[in-house]
């Protein structure tokens, strides 16, 4: 006769590996949930709330109504449901746009946190000497000029310009009875201290160039435009000339704490760089 010995299943090893496995199972399961029920949840702080109310405020220059509260905080659920799901299709690794916008974010954070510090009077000093050529005062000339229209005179335009030049330079007056000369022009005769790209605006490259190497005092021509044949008749013409520092002290020191940013900004961005290997490939 064989002796039957009761056997002892939850003593059995493999039992516990199984109730482990499971308990492992359940455990990951739920703890994915709740991670899943974390991401799945979208929440618009008060503060934030009341950051969207102050932008509507400054823009319309109204507190919004209740609709159109409503409808502010629905655009911005919108959008952050539409940014997880981006994220999740991995668009802001692939995306050229998006990596760029955050980039461009991330420069402009940094940009926000970078401050000049005060220079002294030696730093504005140094900075002015290395770029005083900045700062010098624009040309201005006042001119008068007489038009001659190659439509109405044809061949005979350039003729007439220079009968005109001489009995003008022959007067007593160079700029009396200018009635008497020229054609009608839908541009006017007289042009009081205007810079070169004032005169470049209105008549061209090629006259303006011309016009201001003109000698002041006597009438000049023909000049020729865009619009036709010109005589000039330049009244003063102020040259460039350097202001004085303590003139132009302040713009000095702002372009040197603007100059100086830059350069902090440069430092900040070549120590991001430093932290990486670059390999490019051809």
Known sequence: MFKTEK???YKEPALHFLLIGVMLYIGYHAFN???N????VIVISSEEIQMLEQSWQMRWNRPPTAEEREGFIEQNVKEKVLYRTAIEMGLDKEDIATRRLMAQKVEFLGAGMIQAPQPNEADLLKYWEANKNEYELPEFITLTQLF???DKRGNATLDDANKAMNSL???VDPTSNLSAFGDAFMLAGYYPNKSEMEIRKLFGSGFTESVFALESGVWHGPVLSGYGTHLVFVHNHEKNALPEYTDVRDMVRDDWMAAKKAELQQQYIDGLLARYEVVIEN
Do not use: G
């Open 148 to 150: 001659f229209d190659p």
């Open 7 to 9: 056997v002892k299943i």
């Open 169 to 171: 330079n022959a007067q």
């Open 37 to 40: 029920r974390d991401k799945n």
């Open 33 to 35: 949930n709740y991670l």
